[in-house]
């Protein structure tokens, strides 16, 4: 296919710190297990970042998002979602729960799509069920930190 390429977010250099190897490690628990987890932290340390890459968003996030036509540099996302098998979503402070429901299935479903390409580069015959890839749900709060939060002692 020809066209633009997609646009990635860019977030300059990344150092891989002991805090994100940390974060990777928990990440793969969390998945390995089934567990919900829960990463909370001073602001600035990096737990958005170290997320986003754990998931591959910033390669992702235009494709996933925008869902247009597809092109032949997309398979690089499909194998980098392949291997995280995550979602990583930020609702907006004023989303109701519907929203945020509604949000992450589409995204869930898209994901599942685009590693199935993958997995399976073929199109399915049509009484193949819909895929089930995605094993995490990576739900950031960084909008709703300007809330106030109360310091309990």
């Known amino acids: 296919m020809s066209g633009p390429s997609r646009r990635t977010r860019e977030t300059g250099s990344f150092i891989a710190t002991k805090e994100h190897r940390r974060f990777v490690e928990f990440a793969n628990a969390v998945r390995r297990e089934g567990y919900i987890g829960l990463c ?17 968003w910033d390669a992702a996030e235009s494709l996933v998002e925008d869902w247009g036509p597809r092109q032949d540099t997309d398979a690089g996302i499909y194998a980098a979602l392949s291997r995280s098998r995550a979602v990583f979503y930020t609702p907006t402070v004023t989303a109701a729960p519907r929203q945020i429901d509604a949000d992450l299935k589409q995204l869930t479903s898209r994901v599942d799509i685009c590693i199935d390409q993958h997995v399976r580069p073929h199109p399915p015959s049509p009484q193949t069920q819909e895929p089930h890839y995605v094993e995490m749900l990576v739900i950031d709060d960084h909008q709703r930190s300007s809330l106030s939060v109360p310091n309990y002692p």
């Open 40 to 56: 909370f932290g001073p602001a600035g340390v990096g737990k958005t970042l170290s997320a986003r890459r754990y998931a591959h």
